[in-house]
């Protein structure tokens, strides 16, 4: 089965993972002043609609440009957005492809991280060009951590001063789940 030219929506554990829509933009805003979410990903620090509207177009634009896959991580009874997703496919002609994800505060501790990324590692491995799914977490990051592991990903090492953060290089610890293997 070839992967889809375009963002499916995938169900799972209480979570709908879906495109971004623009109802999404209030939520973007407020996912714009966290502490954390504006220094690793692509949402800017600002409360600025246009600057939200900016986020969801880079959002759509991922699959065309080849990076892959942004999902927005909804609840499933009311399809309210609580946090982002992504499936990034650089790789893939290696069987590589790794995933990020991030869930706004208001929304943390319920959950959603872990369905989100069990529903997306399971779909991933739909595939057969994927053999090997990755993710990135910050050591300090605990509850990040443990999602990836109650989702059955493995802690492979630490990479040292890995990843930008602010103006910060920062470790990371890298872990990896694999797709079943036939015997």
């Known amino acids: 089965m070839p992967m889809p030219s375009g963002v499916p929506v995938l169900r799972g554990g209480g979570v709908r993972l879906r495109p971004f829509a623009d109802g999404d933009v209030p939520f973007v805003v407020a996912a714009s002043h966290d ?7 692509s ?47 650089r790789d893939i002609a290696r069987g590589r492809v790794s995933t990020g994800y991030w869930i706004a505060e208001a929304h943390r501790g319920r959950g959603f991280a872990r ?12 595939f057969p060009e994927v053999a090997r799914l990755e993710l990135h977490v910050e050591p300090e990051n605990a509850a990040s951590w443990r999602t990836a592991e109650s989702c059955g990903f493995d802690r492979e090492g630490l990479l040292r001063c890995w990843q930008r953060v602010g103006s910060e290089d920062r470790d990371m610890f890298v872990y990896s789940r694999v797709a079943p293997r036939e015997t």
């Not at 502490?35 to 990903?41: E, R």
């Open 35 to 41: 502490s954390l979410i504006p220094l690793i990903t």
């Open 43 to 89: 949402v800017r620090r600002s409360s600025s609609t246009e600057d939200a509207v900016d986020y969801i177009h880079r959002q759509h634009a991922r699959l065309a440009a080849g990076v892959g896959y942004s999902f927005a991580a909804a609840a499933a009874d009311t399809d309210v957005a609580v946090g982002q997703i992504s499936l990034w496919t």
């Open 115 to 126: 369905a989100a990324l069990a529903t997306l590692s399971d779909w991933a491995f739909t």
